[in-house]
Structures are given as C-alpha cells and as structure tokens.
C-alpha cells in the first residue's frame, strides 16, 4: 500500500481551471464544437450554415453562417462564462424555445482551443473580429453574419486530446452532428468542406414538401420509401415524421432520430416507446428506424438536465412513451396494400400531401375490435364493415379434408368472390393465378406481379383475428367430445394448474387427470381442427416462460402467436383460386397483415419494370 498523501490546504482553483472542467462537460470532442456552433447559428436565425473542417475537426473547425449577427461591442461578452442573449429570467428557463441558453458553449471552447469570433450585424460600417486568447477585436471584412473559428482543440489539455479518436471517426461524428441539425431544419442550407473538399450539401426546401425532401437528402431516397407517414396526437404531445416499415429495420440502431421541440436527443422513453410499437412485427434483434417530432408545450419538458443537451427529463413520461408507441403501432397496422391503389408499394410518394395518409389512429385503436384501419378500396365504409363482419363472424365449418383452421379462409369464399367480380381490377393484391410448390400464391395486379406467402399471411390474419375475439369478448371455445390426454411433465401440470384462467381466457381448458397426465377438454373453436395437444403443450410452454399475471398482455400476444401458426394454412397444401382470391382480400383488410407474426414480409410486388429488366426488355 501506498503512503497516504500529506494534507494540503483548500484553494481556490484558478478561473482557466475551473473553465476548463466545466468545458469537459460541454465538449467532448470536436463533434461536440459542431453542435453548439450549429445550435448558435440556428438560434441566430440563420439559413445557410458552412463547415470547413481540417483533420477531422481538430486542427480547424469554422462555421459560418448569415443569421442576425454579434455587435463589436457584445463579442467579448459571448465568450465569457454565464453570458448569454436567449434567457433573463427562471420563468424563461421553464419554456426555453432557443437550442442555447446557458451562455456556456462559446466559454468552454474558448478555453480549450485557438478561437476567433468574427461578426456583423445588419447596418454595421464593417465586421469585426475577437481573438479569443488575446481579447483584440478588430475591424474586419464580411457580410452580415458570424463566423467561428476553433483551432487545435485541446492543445492546452493534452491528456483530452489523447482521447480523440482517427481523423475519420472524428470527421464522421462531425457529419453526424450536422445531419442531427439538418433532418429538423429543413428550411436551411448546410454544406460541409473537408481538407478543401465538399464532404455533405443539404440545400434548403421551404414549406411542409420540403420535410421529405430533406430526409431523402440526408438518410437516402430508401429510407422516404420504406417509411410511413405519422402525424398523431396524443394529449398534450403531437408526434409527426417518418417510422420505417418493418422491413426496413437495420442491424444497428443507427437511423433512430428523435427530436423534442426541434432539439435531437436520447432518451430512454422514446426508445423504448418506438421499440414496442414494433414489438408485434420486428423480425428478430432487427433496429426500426425513424425521424420523429415531439411537439409539446416547453413547461412538460426540462432541457436543462444535462451538459450536452441531449438528454431531457419529462414531467410524464408515461404520456410521451404512450404517444410514441401509438403513433407508430396505429401507422403500421394499416396494410400497404390499401395504400397501393394510389402509390407503389415500395415507392410511396415522397410529398406528404400524397404520402400514405396520416392514419386516422385513434380511430383505429376505437375500430381495433374490428381490425379495419383507412381501406381506400371501399366507398361506403357502412358496407365494408358489413362485409368484413360477414367475413369474420361466420362460424366455421368442419370441412373433413380441410388441414387445421384453414377451414375459417374457405367460410369467406362466397362473400369474397362476390365482392370480387365487381371490383376486380382494383384489388390491390390483384387476381390469384396461380400456386407455386404448395407454399406461393401467385397474383397479377395493376404493378404487376405479386407473390404471397401463403403460410405467412394466413397466420397473420389467424393471430389478428384471435387479438380482436380477445380484445372484445373471449375467444369462443368448443369442448371435445373426447378429451384428448397426454402426459405431462410436472411444469407442465403446474403451468396448467396456475394459469387454468388464462387458458380459459383464451378458449382452452386443460386438467390434469392423474399426476402424470393432463386432459385437453376445450380449445378455440377456429383452432378445433387442429393437432389439440401439440397446442395446448406449446401454449404451457409460453406460459411457463412468462409470468401469466404480470405480463398477460404481452404473453398472449405470443400465445395467439403460437396458436395462430397451428392454426394457419400449411405449406404443401393445394389451394383453389376462390380460396387464394379469399386470402387475398383477407390480407387487404387485416392490420399488420405485411408481416407474418415473426416479422418476415408476407409478400412482395414484382413490377413490370423488374420483370422487363430481366427480360432486357425496353419500355
Ligand atoms: N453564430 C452566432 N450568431 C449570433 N450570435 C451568436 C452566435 N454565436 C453566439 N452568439 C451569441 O453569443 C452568446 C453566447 O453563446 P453561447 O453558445 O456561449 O451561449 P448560448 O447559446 O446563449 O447558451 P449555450 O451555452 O446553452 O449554448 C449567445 O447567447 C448569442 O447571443
Ligand atoms: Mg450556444
């Protein structure tokens, strides 16, 4: 063990130490220097932002921008600690509107590099420049507006500069923090130099088309493709954006953008309310992405919780991660079929005025019971839900040949058809023509062709119907005429013992008949013609791994999972056309029904356009 150190007295610290801790906390590396000369020239009104950048940021970073400008007078003001232009008083701190607000940023860089401010106001005989390690300011020459430049950052603590990472990574971390700037500012131009070259150009879009516009510049013409329109309120909190589909889920987390009132930040209940929207659809460890805006009153939200500003603290939470999971969930239940009578659906269009509408979503959380979101196809929206019922609330028919539960597709044929011949041409996933090796269902539409996985989409429809019986009454329960017996392992006898309610709930009753056997004596009446022991096993599987009490909603979701693909068409099984065109109709209408239950896509369009590619052929 070491010798205990000889006490020294309290001192004061010296004031360049006491800025220099405090920088520490503001900047972090030169990324952290773009977003709070960004986040200035944002506030001061600017709508052209340049960024030359050398050695990814830390020999030089200069941002320029034509926003209101700093008089001669108050330039050596800005650099000092706690001196700031944005708040006056503590009522203002509770409903900032600026990005800056502490009169910190410039302080803390000031004193962790070579800085030089050099401004303009509008009606001023000429700029002026500050050195900020000497305090000189003279006159010098440019148009209205602000320029900083932070040279050798870090040069005075080089235990900090240590930290940096490549020039590469810094540059990229740079680029990120612009992009952060530039996905909610569309309506200002960046562009961004590197050792002389242009590295980023965003210029600017004015108006609502512009949003759009700026999103393809930055994250790329796929991402609008592959997303959603949202524009949900919830309360107090108004949710707009983009949410990918599914299918556009990455590895890593690396396009999730969240902004409260126009400020990016990180925070745990918006994540986690953006994940479970997706719960019910994500294809295992997959990452949504999404651009989303959280609009509430400033008093609900404290921006002053962090160094950075990129953490914020809500006064309920409860209501933000709500208005997330909603806006998301209710946008992504509509299926893109509705949506592709007017748009591709792989390219819907990139303006908002004709972007997948925004979902009425709170009538789909009222209308959940009869999972029936904006279905364009159906002008009277009265005989469309007459249709559906028709659809869904006939009891199903013993149909001896029929594989388990694909007895509920056949009970629709008549209606299906006959709705059908009248409006054929229109159906968005078209006309069945065909089935591939018993697992594809082949169908011409306007587009083109579309491929259906028959498995897939039929279980989806099984599982959103099993959510909806559910969610309104009990699931309808057939008792066997013989129990079916099995024996059980002693987990098993427990599952069933403790969770008898559950089970009943959703339409099973398992007993147990002797210490080692169990009893399956009812089970769905959409699922009777099923294998009634594998599903009552798997079922107790799922309910011995999640605490019944506790997590019921969640774990009958899986559950119906589990049911819904026992209960779903099997692969290998032939397929009339009315019994395809009825799956067909049945995908249109469900919620979800683009995903099958594990989140892999249910079908696919192949347009004209790729099948001419194949064939060389020019249009
Ligand atoms: N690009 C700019 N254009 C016009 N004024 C600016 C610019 N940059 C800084 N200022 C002025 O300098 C002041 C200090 O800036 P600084 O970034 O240090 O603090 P802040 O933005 O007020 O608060 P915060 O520390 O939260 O960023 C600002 O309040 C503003 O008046
Ligand atoms: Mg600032």
Known sequence: ???????????????????????????????????????????????????????????????????????????AVALKRHATSKIVSLQDLESVATMGFRGEALAAINSVSEMSLLSRIEGASSAFVLDGQTGEVKPAARATGTTVEVKELFFSTPARRHFLKSENTELAHCIEAVRRHALVRPEVSFAIWHEGKIVAHWR????????????????????????????????????????????????????????????????KVITHGARSAYEDVLHGHRQPVYVLYLQMDPTRVDVNVHPTKIEVRFRDSRE?????????????????????????????????????????????????????????????????????????????????????????????????????????????????????QGVYILAENTQGLVVVDMHAAHERIVYERLKQQLDTTQITSQPLLIPASFSATPQEIATAESCADVLMQLGLEVSALSAKTLAVRAVPTSLAQGDCVELARSVLAELAQHDAATVVQRAQNEILATMACHGAVRANRKLSLDEMNALLRQMEATERSDQCNHGRPTWRQVGMRELDALFLRGR
């Open 320 to 436: 933000v991660h709500q208005a997330m999971r909603y806006a998301i969930e209710s946008a992504l239940a509509v299926p893109r079929a509705q949506l592709l009578s007017t748009t591709s659906a792989f390219a819907p269009s990139t303006s908002p005025s004709t972007a997948p509408s925004s979902v009425p979503a709170q009538n789909i959380w009222a209308q959940r019971g009869m999972a029936f979101g904006a279905n364009r196809l159906y002008e009277d929206p009265a005989r469309a839900m007459a249709d559906l019922k028709a659809l869904w609330s006939t009891p199903p028919q013993v149909e001896e040949e029929s594989p388990a539960g694909f007895s509920s597709a056949k009970i629709q044929l008549q209606t299906a058809s006959a709705v059908a011949s009248q409006v054929e041409h229109e159906w968005p996933l078209g006309r069945a023509i065909a089935q591939l």
């Open 204 to 267: 600017s879009h004015p108006g609502e088309a512009g949003w759009n516009q700026r999103l393809a510049d930055v994250l790329g013409e796929e991402f609008v493709a592959s997303s959603v329109n949202i524009d949900f309120r919830s309360g107090p909190v108004h949710v707009r954006g983009r949410a990918g589909t599914p299918d556009a889920a990455r590895a890593r987390a690396d396009q999730q953008f969240a902004y409260v009132n126009g400020r990016f930040v990180r925070d």
């Open 1 to 75: 063990m070491s010798e205990p150190l000889p006490r020294q007295s309290i001192r004061e610290l010296p004031d360049v130490l006491i800025s220099q801790i405090a920088a520490g906390e503001v900047v972090e590396r030169p990324a952290s220097v773009v977003r709070e000369l960004v986040d200035n020239a944002i506030d001061a009104g600017a709508r052209q932002i340049t960024l030359r950048l050398l050695g990814g940021g830390i020999r030089l970073i200069a941002v320029e921008d034509d926003g209101c400008g700093i008089p001669a007078e108050e330039l």
